[in-house]
């Protein structure tokens, strides 16, 4: 069983999770590394080691399988003023956009 560690806080940064009122604190549920293969270029085949064919849908990929959140704690829980209008892939946001780099579709 994986032990969690508590978020740091610090005196000395001007900024710390307890100073959030309204903090979500809750695990993504982002994908599992265990099956990663990273992105290499092969020279060889002409596409990258997962299969890409460029670096844009390598990149696509990557988001797609390993940053998308699961967790229905942090989808359309953001605060529509500080979140930018789209997000890591250029999807539009919204009125409820979700915490973090990617929105949720």
Known sequence: MER??????????????SDDADAIIADPGLGDLAGLVPPRWEPGNGRFADGSATVCEAFDTLVQDYGKPAAL?????????PAPDDDILGNTRGVNPDIGAVEVR
């Open 4 to 17: 969690r560690r508590p978020l740091p806080e610090d005196a000395n940064e001007t900024i710390n999770i």
């Open 73 to 81: 704690q942090i989808i359309d829980q953001a605060k529509a003023g």
